[in-house]
Structures are given as structure tokens and as C-alpha cells.
């Protein structure tokens, strides 16, 4: 890791240079506490012929220190005020690559990673765009083998939310993978201080135990549908997009209570369901 990239003036002095001012709408807040690095690094068990996929590098903090530990790092950066900088970077390390362009549409595409064999993803995400990267990696055929990713304290807790208190977000990561939250950050650690602190999350994918992404689409439109609104009783919520008296006999046969709401249901529960109404 290169020490200067945790010095805000440093910092302050590299976003002037290259025309940035950082952004707390936008989550633009930059690490300046090596310690989340650490235990993202040892989180993710990264060994050498490791392949790392990254999101949004800014000046490097956590992609110079992953290049050190794998065999490969690609990383996406949509800023492209910041390509000068990286030019130079580049040169110095002969396993990092760099991708210009939205990640979301780079994934969705599955261009730039269809070819990776195995591959972990490690990053710290922009936190207006968390829950789309999510479901975009989560949801590819060729999956990560294991995300560890540095997010808001509250959507880490959603996402590892137990049931009785589970949301579309919660149902949606649990569906394809397990969850824990392994370390809290707080908002300190940040140059510019942001309005909230943060949480490192490990994700370890999962067969889904559905099959087919169409099977997948009717799973998630049966979820939403379900969560449409969280203080209504499921059967009412169900009842826009199945038989209700279908419903009532489902929850029935499932020894469901026809009272309960769509968060008090676990992943299992929501599995059976969909393929009851299927």
C-alpha cells in the first residue's frame, strides 16, 4: 500500500491536479484509515494466482494493494478525469487492468469478465449504485466466487437483515448467496467525512435452487409483488398477481399463517411458495 493515498492533503492535492471535487451526495469519500484495506484483503483470503475483480478504484488505495497479493486485477472506473493518473500506474504494474465505463453495463454484458474462470470480487462501492452491482454480479451465470465489499452501515445490515425484518435487498442477496457482516467503519475513516459510516460485508455465492434465470425473474416478480407494501398482510400483497383463494390454499398447505407479512418469511419460504404458485 502506498501510504501517501491515506494523507487527505495528499488526497486534496491529487483531486485539484486532476479536476475533482469529491462529492458526499455521490458517496465520492475517500479511505484514509488502512486498517478496512486490511481486513478486506483478509477477508477475501486473496491468494497468488487469485484473479480480482474490482469497482471503482479512484487513486488506488485498495487496487495497489490487491495487486500486490494476486495474479490479476481488473478494476472499472467510469471518472475519466483520472485516466493520466492511471497511465502512469499502469506502468509499474504488468497485472492490473483498468476498464473505462459504467460497471453496471460492463457486467449486464458480461464483456469484460465472461472469460474469467474463477474470480472474487473486492471493492469499496459507490453506495448510490450498491444494490444494482449486487444483483448485476449475483445474477451472472459465471458468478464471483466471493464478494467483499466495504458499503453504508445500513444497507450492510439490510442485506444481512434476519427474518422478521427482511426486504427485496435482503431476500435478493440471500437468494443468490450467504451474507455476515465482518466490520464495522466508521465515518472517520473517510476524507471528506461522509454522513454516515460504513460496514465490510462478505458474500459467498450459492446455487440460487430455483434453475433458470426465467425461473429467477418469476421468483423475484412473486418477491416484490410481496413487498409491495410491508404493513399489509402477504396474502392481500399476493393477491395483485395470484388467485387469492389460490394463495389462501397455499398458505394452508404450508402451514403459513395467512396473517403473516412478506419480511416475517425466510428465503426457503419465499423458494416454496413460488414454486407452489408455479
Request: with cysteine.
Amino acid at each position: 500500500m502506498n501510504p501517501k493515498l491515506f494523507d487527505h492533503q495528499y488526497l486534496k492535492h491529487l483531486c485539484q491536479k486532476y479536476g475533482l471535487t469529491p462529492s458526499k451526495k455521490y458517496g465520492q469519500n475517500f479511505l484514509i484509515n488502512p486498517e478496512p484495506i486490511e481486513k478486506m484483503i483478509e477477508t477475501a483470503e486473496i491468494k497468488p494466482d487469485d484473479v480480482i475483480v474490482e469497482v471503482g478504484p479512484g487513486f488506488g488505495v485498495l487496487t495497489l494493494a490487491l495487486v500486490e497479493k494476486a495474479t490479476k486485477v481488473l478494476s472499472f472506473e467510469i471518472e475519466k478525469k483520472i485516466e493520466p493518473y492511471w497511465s502512469e500506474e499502469l506502468k509499474k504494474h504488468n497485472n492490473l487492468e483498468i476498464v473505462w465505463g459504467n460497471v453496471l453495463h460492463e457486467v449486464e454484458s458480461q464483456k469484460s469478465i465472461e472469460f474469467l474462470k474463477s474470480y472474487k470480487v473486492v471493492a469499496n462501492l459507490p453506495y448510490q449504485i450498491t444494490s444494482q452491482i449486487l444483483r448485476a454480479f449475483l445474477e451472472m451465470e459465471n458468478k464471483p466466487e466471493v464478494m467483499v465489499l466495504m458499503v453504508q452501515k445500513e444497507v450492510a445490515e439490510r442485506i444481512c437483515a434476519p427474518v422478521g425484518d427482511m426486504s427485496v435487498l435482503s431476500v435478493s442477496v440471500q437468494y443468490y448467496g450467504e451474507p455476515e457482516i465482518v466490520a464495522y467503519v466508521p465515518r472517520s475513516s473517510f476524507w471528506p467525512v461522509p454522513a454516515v459510516d460504513s460496514a465490510i460485508i462478505k458474500i459467498r455465492s450459492k446455487e440460487s435452487g430455483v434453475g433458470s434465470s426465467e425461473k429467477d425473474k418469476e421468483f423475484f416478480k412473486i418477491v416484490k409483488a410481496g413487498f409491495s407494501s410491508r404493513r399489509k398482510m402477504l396474502i392481500k400483497n399476493l393477491s395483485a398477481v395470484v388467485d387469492k383463494d389460490k394463495i389462501r390454499n397455499i398458505f394452508k398447505e404450508l402451514n403459513i399463517d395467512k396473517k403473516v407479512r412478506a419480511q416475517e418469511l425466510s428465503v426457503e419460504q419465499w423458494k416454496t411458495i413460488v414454486r407452489s404458485i408455479e
